[in-house]
């Protein structure tokens, strides 16, 4: 905490010099960058301190608009700044909050820890920090005059452009931020978790406005208190509607009880190992072997221990990486499953690989599958969101020398091909559900997609035990999180090594949550029923209202501001 403040007074006593000094630059450079890296990559799930979203960007937006303000800088050189600040701060943030990734590449890549670092700085780091600078950095450049105005319209433009910011991992600083905060994360069902950018980012330019009212004497107090107003308002009202959308919940839960088709759900969490994989078993932080025979036996004793209503239909849920077969090639194990299925009067959702020949070359791709209670396929589900360097190389298309390049000296990365459709399985007439796949739920449109398509229940399928122990789990939880809260449908994530949990519509979960790398099992009844969800039904004019508004804004900005060169 001492570096902290010794970098922030570094950055008062920049603002309040007369003259600029080499030395000085460089400390504020530097403060701003590192502060604000420091701040984002805290500001995932796991470290409870996501909140710090709140204040993650003011360090970068300050640094950011120091330097446009230096006279002796040209356009060209401001750019190249602003550009360096921003993937430094990108950088910072991708090592601490990303450090799953890098745990990854370290032990399922085969790479030493400083290369796997490396590659998480630069890499995603550049991702990210190149993100930083086109939200923030690019705007500045075509700024003239600081003052009100050029915040709401810079504020404008993020909201604006985040739902539509492609990304290789779909994720937004605003479901970050107010992860598990019970009363404003329920807005989501309003301006989806991309939308919360209003209250994170919007503090941080609060924060700017007042650092030039009292250091820059640039500003008047009367709009720095119209600002706070405004910005305490949307608190209010999302606090205010919060409330209001739990007890509504609540009461529809209530007056359906009777009414809603219910689901016995049991899902398997065997924590099956990856040690054959890893560059030291050890850190795979389990032995327990992959193998149909101990699936089947953990499946027999969890539901020796359910109760055994006839008039509940029973779904068993074994998440990815579990069944260790592709199911639709080899069929001694499907034959195994399909009796088991039969013998225990429940459908099983299995995840699996399969592969069609195209040009004489094997085309994989992940697989979901619904068995019924009579052993019969009710259905097949092809995974669409792939992940980056794990199932598919990023514009291999451009540059195949680089992919096979990757594929040759990096271990376990393999290019599978992407699914189309978004699959909706019907158990019964009333009982419909989609089951996404891993990394599936980070892309809105997905879930977004299948719940539109009739599921009302999602039922993820993970593998994260490549992650280690490390914070990946979190944040897939509070991603799922954020899907239950978007479409106000009932999520499950089941994980094979962790932390598998039931969330409800309202985004809390239902029941306890296994541990990471604990083998076990969780059971509950859901009660399956529609519910309404304005941001669901009507995301894109949501998102189009955001760069509405951000257009609308531009005339007054210039002609009542004048900001523009």
């Given at each position: 905490?001492?570096?902290v403040?010794?970098l922030?007074?570094t950055?008062?006593?920049?603002?309040?010099?007369?003259?600029?000094t080499?030395?000085g630059?460089?400390?504020?450079?530097w403060?701003?960058s590192l502060?604000?890296?420091?701040?984002?990559?805290?500001?995932?799930p796991?470290?409870?301190?996501?909140?710090?979203g709140?204040?993650?960007f003011?360090p970068?937006?300050?640094l950011?608009?120091k330097l446009?303000?230096?006279?002796s800088?040209s356009?060209?050189k401001?750019?190249?700044f602003f550009?360096?600040?921003?993937w430094i701060?990108?950088?910072l943030?991708?090592?601490?909050?990303?450090y799953w990734?890098?745990n990854?590449?370290?032990?399922f890549?085969?790479l030493?820890?400083?290369?796997?670092?490396?590659?998480t700085?630069?890499?995603y780091g550049?991702?990210?920090g190149?993100?930083l600078?086109?939200?923030?950095?690019l705007?500045?450049l075509?700024?003239?005059k600081f003052?009100?105005?050029d915040?709401i319209?810079r504020?404008a433009?993020v909201?604006a452009?985040?739902?539509w910011?492609?990304?290789?991992i779909?994720?937004?600083?605003?479901?970050?931020t107010?992860?598990?905060?019970?009363?404003?994360?329920?807005?989501?069902d309003?301006i989806?978790?991309?939308g919360?950018?209003?209250?994170?980012c919007?503090f941080?330019f609060?924060?700017?406005y007042?650092?030039?009212?009292?250091?820059?004497s640039n500003?008047t107090?009367?709009?720095l208190?119209?600002?706070?107003?405004i910005y305490?308002?949307?608190?209010?009202?999302?606090l205010?509607?919060?409330a209001?959308?739990l007890n509504?919940?609540?009461q529809?839960?209530?007056?359906s009880?009777?009414?809603?088709t219910?689901l016995n759900?049991?899902?398997?969490q065997?924590?099956?190992?990856l040690?054959?994989?890893a560059?030291n078993?050890?850190?795979?932080h389990s032995?327990?072997?992959q193998?149909?025979?101990?699936?089947?036996?953990d499946s027999?004793k969890?539901?020796?221990?359910?109760t055994?209503?006839?008039?509940?239909?029973k779904?068993?849920?074994?998440p990815?990486?579990?069944?260790?077969?592709?199911f639709?090639k080899v069929?001694?194990?499907r034959?195994k499953?399909?009796a088991f299925?039969?013998?225990?009067?429940?459908s099983?959702?299995?995840?699996t690989?399969?592969?069609?020949?195209?040009?004489?070359k094997?085309?994989?791709?992940?697989?979901?599958?619904?068995l019924?209670?009579?052993?019969?396929?009710l259905?097949?589900y092809?995974?669409?969101?792939?992940?980056p360097?794990?199932?598919t190389?990023?514009?291999s298309?451009?540059f195949?020398g680089?992919?096979?390049?990757?594929n040759?000296?990096?271990a376990?990365m393999s290019?599978?091909?992407?699914g189309?459709?978004?699959?909706?399985?019907?158990?019964?007439e009333?009982?419909?559900?989609?089951?996404?796949?891993?990394?599936?739920?980070?892309?809105?449109?997905?879930v977004?997609?299948m719940v539109?398509?009739?599921a009302?229940?999602?039922a993820?399928l993970?593998n994260?035990a490549?992650?280690?122990?490390?914070?990946?789990?979190d944040?897939?939880?509070?991603?799922?999180?954020w899907?239950a809260?978007e479409n106000?449908?009932p999520v499950?994530?089941?994980?094979?090594?962790g932390?598998?949990?039931?969330?409800g519509?309202?985004?809390?979960?239902?029941?306890?949550q296994?541990?990471?790398?604990?083998?076990g099992?969780?059971?509950?009844?859901?009660?399956?029923?529609?519910r309404y969800?304005?941001f669901?039904?009507?995301a894109?004019?949501i998102?189009g209202?955001?760069?509405?508004?951000?257009?609308?804004?531009?005339i007054?900005?210039?002609v009542?501001?004048?900001i523009?060169?």
């Amino acid at each position: 905490m001492y570096k902290v403040a010794s970098l922030l007074q570094t950055i008062m006593n920049y603002s309040t010099a007369t003259q600029t000094t080499k030395s000085g630059f460089r400390s504020l450079f530097w403060a701003g960058s590192l502060i604000s890296g420091t701040l984002l990559g805290l500001n995932p799930p796991g470290f409870g301190t996501q909140w710090l979203g709140i204040v993650a960007f003011f360090p970068l937006l300050l640094l950011l608009e120091k330097l446009q303000q230096e006279q002796s800088f040209s356009q060209k050189k401001r750019l190249v700044f602003f550009f360096a600040a921003c993937w430094i701060s990108g950088s910072l943030a991708a090592s601490i909050g990303g450090y799953w990734i890098t745990n990854s590449i370290h032990v399922f890549g085969h790479l030493p820890w400083t290369a796997a670092l490396l590659i998480t700085a630069t890499g995603y780091g550049l991702e990210v920090g190149l993100q930083l600078f086109i939200y923030f950095g690019l705007p500045l450049l075509f700024i003239r005059k600081f003052n009100g105005w050029d915040l709401i319209l810079r504020l404008a433009f993020v909201l604006a452009l985040d739902p539509w910011y492609p990304k290789l991992i779909q994720w937004s600083y605003g479901g970050l931020t107010f992860s598990q905060f019970p009363l404003i994360e329920q807005v989501a069902d309003l301006i989806g978790s991309s939308g919360l950018l209003l209250y994170s980012c919007g503090f941080s330019f609060l924060l700017i406005y007042w650092w030039r009212l009292k250091f820059d004497s640039n500003g008047t107090p009367r709009i720095l208190f119209r600002a706070l107003a405004i910005y305490l308002l949307f608190w209010m009202l999302g606090l205010s509607y919060g409330a209001w959308r739990l007890n509504n919940l609540e009461q529809q839960k209530i007056d359906s009880f009777t009414k809603s088709t219910k689901l016995n759900v049991l899902l398997i969490q065997p924590n099956f190992s990856l040690q054959n994989l890893a560059s030291n078993p050890e850190l795979a932080h389990s032995k327990r072997e992959q193998n149909l025979e101990i699936l089947l036996a953990d499946s027999r004793k969890a539901l020796a221990n359910i109760t055994n209503d006839k008039n509940t239909p029973k779904l068993l849920i074994w998440p990815e990486s579990v069944y260790p077969d592709p199911f639709f090639k080899v069929a001694a194990s499907r034959e195994k499953v399909v009796a088991f299925a039969r013998k225990h009067q429940t459908s099983i959702l299995l995840a699996t690989v399969d592969w069609k020949y195209k040009n004489g070359k094997p085309m994989f791709h992940g697989v979901s599958v619904l068995l019924g209670a009579n052993g019969d396929v009710l259905g097949r589900y092809n995974k669409i969101f792939l992940i980056p360097f794990g199932e598919t190389i990023p514009f291999s298309d451009w540059f195949p020398g680089i992919a096979s390049w990757l594929n040759k000296y990096i271990a376990n990365m393999s290019e599978f091909e992407r699914g189309t459709d978004y699959t909706v399985f019907s158990l019964s007439e009333k009982i419909k559900l989609a089951a996404p796949i891993c990394f599936d739920i980070f892309s809105p449109t997905v879930v977004r997609a299948m719940v539109g398509n009739g599921a009302d229940l999602i039922a993820n399928l993970s593998n994260l035990a490549w992650f280690g122990k490390t914070t990946a789990s979190d944040n897939m939880v509070a991603v799922l999180r954020w899907r239950a809260l978007e479409n106000r449908v009932p999520v499950i994530f089941a994980s094979n090594n962790g932390q598998s949990v039931f969330i409800g519509a309202d985004g809390k979960n239902l029941g306890q949550q296994l541990g990471l790398f604990e083998q076990g099992s969780l059971s509950t009844t859901i009660d399956l029923q529609t519910r309404y969800s304005f941001f669901r039904e009507n995301a894109e004019w949501i998102w189009g209202g955001f760069m509405f508004l951000f257009f609308v804004l531009l005339i007054p900005a210039q002609v009542c501001g004048k900001i523009f060169y």
